[in-house]
């Protein structure tokens, strides 16, 4: 198993420290008269408690934004922490997106655990998601503790909420795309450059822009923009050839849902007619079956379909990495960047 | 039919002049290939559009937050367009809770025409609500333009996010008193407090907090939680016996929808033991028909159940006429907070 850049386990108690300093409003719970109220649902999503409220040592996720965030504050000024509300917003918004698109996609597990909503419902799951975006917000506020001045939380909120307009308009062509015979490669990247994308170029930003000035961070977008490409096809293949007991979701999970993901939409806009046709008599059926995912298999197998996502993984990956050199950042955090984003190629799960 | 006050009128053009500025991004309808896309399906809730993307004089709503917003700027200063972002903001976070609300409770009509998620699916409506609550936060943003200072956006950003998050307390309340048996009126009451006077409240201290000092606007919360109040009892009210031409959603749909409304509250933790026996006997079924309807109209109708109802409504009316007279805003325009006062407990619709 592929191991976490140790940048990863440095950050995450500071990042789930803030987090959880966000979600400790306990007055909810005595109105509810439940063991369980809103903010302790957030806590169950971010692997934190079990479905009673009871403080578990679960699967978290991995905090990939909110340790970008803090890379890169850390990369100009030496000091991680001053970007921490920043970090902490960040990945309020991607988990917001992760509630909002179990629902949306139907998936009932998530990092090895049952989906909020397939516990407390699809309405009190909307809540929960639509509550963390809200969150996140007030993060942000949270900076004035580091003596942050109010210009530059402007500056960060615009960065973050227009990359979280631009990750739901992705979310918007990603369930759009499903129901298109005609998504070609180009289209496809312009979805995953918005509902991936985004959030890792958002995270790179806000943690550079807490400490130096907003007319130098375009660096940190353009590496943020060829990371998160590769991010997502690489998501893309362990969506189809992963193992379920590392990614926590279900094997040919991507399949049964007939995403428009990179390997299918190869597929259908370059192969030879006779294979397109044969894919499409399978992935134009009502419902996938597990032996129609075996052929599936087949045929992405004879087009050499992971090979041809993994090159693209890697082109992506050498375009990201032309990008690292270019950071105004101290010479030494170089192979940090470097670091994360070979993992992010290379990960399996 | 009660007439609206003519203030809603004179703002009203200059709200929806400010809202559609927001909702002007056509690149994502180039990629989609659609008549519709994310930001177009956001002008169809508003009344805007039908559902083909076509400019219509439609049903919009009356715009009761973004106008209070407004008023408590002129009020204070004598020019309401000063706070007409902030007015923006507040009506999107309204329309975002509306288009999720309807998915939660699964209504499939909404200003006379079908809802978000009838036309286009839960999962892209769960889209356009988050966009919606999105372009909230940066349109508080487009208050520079008017020359309010950092420090002064980041006050109202505060109060946005707090009250958007209070609002989403108050809805997973609200959703979560649906399968509680024992919920009563002082529950009741905080969950209204939350659900629909946080942002009543929010609109007038936004609007308020544009043009004064942030130490002053105490009394705009005060006035506009009481406000809040009385408005949720009387759409109560409205939602059992409120006529559906003028409503525009069908009539009985909350007891169809066994909601613990005020008066289904009062019923259950206030009337005598046969009475609400009578009352669970109808409450408690799986389905409730036509039938079933007209028992509970029955039921409601020998309890005076109405009267006490709108007694209610009149109480909180009352103690947000006395919030006016506190309010530190030019005397002549104090007639206005009233005549909106007295509409809202006194509307049809």
Not at 13 to 41: G, R, V
Not at 150 to 173: A, T, V, W, Y
Not at 243 to 254: E, F, L, R
Not at 260 to 286: C, G
């Amino acid at each position: 198993m592929m191991q976490l850049p140790a940048i990863f386990e440095i950050y995450k108690p500071y990042i789930e420290k803030e987090i959880k300093s966000l979600l400790s409003n306990t007055e909810l719970l005595k109105i509810s008269k439940n063991k369980i109220a809103l903010y302790e649902m957030m806590a169950y999503h971010m692997g934190w408690a079990d479905e009673n409220g009871t403080k578990v040592i679960s699967n978290s996720g991995k905090y990939l934004r909110a340790t970008l965030a803090l890379l890169s504050c850390e990369s100009i000024c030496g000091d991680f922490k001053k970007a921490l509300p920043a970090a902490a917003a960040i990945e309020l918004i991607h988990n917001f997106s992760l509630v909002h698109d179990d629902i949306q996609d139907g998936d009932e597990i998530r990092r090895h655990r049952p989906t909020v909503w397939k516990i407390w419902g699809k309405p009190q799951a909307i809540n929960v998601g639509s509550a963390m975006k809200t969150l996140a917000n007030l993060s942000v506020l949270n900076l004035q503790r580091n003596n942050i001045p109010p210009n530059k939380l402007i500056e960060i909120l615009k960065i973050l909420d227009e990359s979280c307009l631009r990750m739901l308009e992705g979310q918007f062509l990603d369930i759009d795309f499903e129901i298109r015979p005609d998504v070609d490669i180009a289209d496809y990247l312009k979805m995953i450059e918005r509902k991936t994308a985004a959030l890792i170029e958002c995270a790179l930003q806000i943690g550079a822009v807490t400490v130096i000035n907003y007319s130098k961070i375009k660096p940190f977008k353009n590496f943020g923009k060829y990371l998160g490409l590769a991010f997502q096809i690489r998501d893309d293949i362990l969506g189809i050839w992963g193992n379920d007991k590392k990614t926590g979701k279900p094997s040919g999970n991507d399949l049964r849902k007939k995403k428009k993901t990179f390997p299918i939409v190869y597929v259908l806009s370059n192969a030879d007619r006779i294979s397109r046709q044969n894919f499409l008599k399978i992935y134009s059926k009502e419902i996938i079956y597990d032996e129609d995912i075996e052929k599936i298999l087949d045929i992405l197998g004879n087009l050499n379909i992971r090979e041809i996502s993994e090159k693209k993984t890697e082109e992506f990956y050498n375009l990201a990495l032309a990008e690292i050199k270019k950071l105004p950042v101290n010479t030494e955090k170089i192979m940090y960047f470097e670091e994360i984003s070979n993992f992010l190629i290379n990960r399996d799960f």
